[in-house]
């Protein structure tokens, strides 16, 4: 994902690493890059950061969220 090409924004954030990546597969799959942040930090670190962050370019994000929520 080229990060410099478009302002991002997280659209929802996670405590297990797993539901994020298939939320970001599923965004992936319809046609959405989707970026991970914070999944480095370890599970007692991602608690105390406010957990594992989900982005998306800021176009991206309303679809995106329509997307999860369904």
Do not use: P
Request: proline fraction near 0%; charged fraction near 20%; include cysteine.
């Amino acid at each position: 994902f080229n990060k410099k090409h478009a302002a991002m924004q997280t659209i929802r954030t996670y405590m297990n690493s797993v539901e994020a990546e298939m939320d970001r597969q599923l965004l992936e799959n319809c046609g959405i890059q989707a970026f991970i942040a914070d999944d480095n930090m370890g599970s007692f670190l991602n608690v105390a950061i406010g957990g594992i962050r989900l982005m998306v370019a800021d176009a991206d994000a309303e679809k995106a969220t329509q997307i999860l929520n369904q």
